[in-house]
T-cell receptor, first 117, second 108 residues
Framework: GAGVSQSPRYKVAKRGQDVALRCDPI?????LFWYQQALGQGPEFLTY????????KSGLPSDRFFAERPEGSVSTLKIQRTQQEDSAVYLC???????????????FGPGTRLTVL | GQNIDQPTEMTATEGAIVQINCTYQ??????LFWYQQHAGEAPTFLSY????GLEEKGRFSSFLSRSKGYSYLLLKELQMKDSASYLC?????????FGPGTRLSVLP
């Protein structure tokens, strides 16, 4: 497709379950970002990949959060033992250049809305 | 941290002009983005400012003052479809920090 896609669009999990959220970036984009967006708030940075390398995971809130991008394209964000505070929209964004480039527009996917009961 | 401040909500009338302000911490700053986000949808890019001044793109314009840590997004000839959240995002080094967003309601 032409844009960033994410699946599933909606996910309901029981507290304690593990979930996996998928992101398909725009083909050829070097950079991939994951963000967490709480209701009524702006996106908060979670982690960044340049190709297959995870260069920044400073925003991951706990060791229950894990992300990978093994072949430098599709990425998966995994949350283990989900808690109610994990309920949010998880956004993925990709950009053509590395994030150190002076100008680097991010293209966002529609997000996955995670609800933990 | 790098606090980004925006008004939470604004209301304007169809056909009018509205200005959405954003303030940010200046230390380490190297660029400012504006995104539009309709409810339940992805943020979409509107503008990018790195130098002082006004950037105009059709009905939308964005202004930056680096010394004041201030930006605004100006929307002219408002249309109902402009009802959305507007996100200000500042770049610090290689990091992008988003504001909380301003929810704009355009009334007929």
């Amino acid at each position: 497709g032409a844009g960033v896609s994410q699946s599933p669009r909606y996910k309901v999990a029981k507290r304690g379950q593990d979930v996996a959220l998928r992101c398909d970036p725009i083909s050829g984009h070097v950079s991939l970002f994951w963000y967490q967006q709480a209701l009524g708030q702006g996106p908060e940075f979670l982690t960044y990949f340049q190709n297959e390398a995870q260069l920044d995971k400073s925003g991951l809130p706990s060791d229950r959060f894990f992300a990978e991008r093994p072949e430098g394209s599709v990425s998966t964000l995994k949350i283990q033992r989900t808690q109610q505070e994990d309920s949010a929209v998880y956004l993925c964004a990709s950009s053509f250049l590395g994030r150190s480039a002076s100008y680097n527009e991010q293209f966002f996917g529609p997000g996955t809305r995670l609800t933990v009961l | 941290g790098q606090n980004i401040d925006q008004p939470t909500e604004m209301t304007a009338t169809e056909g009018a002009i509205v200005q959405i302000n954003c303030t940010y911490q200046t230390s380490g700053f190297n660029g400012l983005f504006w995104y539009q986000q309709h409810a339940g949808e992805a943020p979409t890019f509107l503008s990018y400012n790195v130098l002082d001044g006004l950037e105009e793109k059709g009905r939308f314009s964005s202004f930056l003052s680096r010394s004041k840590g201030y930006s605004y997004l100006l929307l002219k000839e408002l249309q109902m479809k402009d009802s959305a959240s507007y996100l200000c995002a500042a770049r610090y080094g290689q990091n992008f920090v988003f504001g909380p967003g301003t929810r704009l309601s355009v009334l007929p």
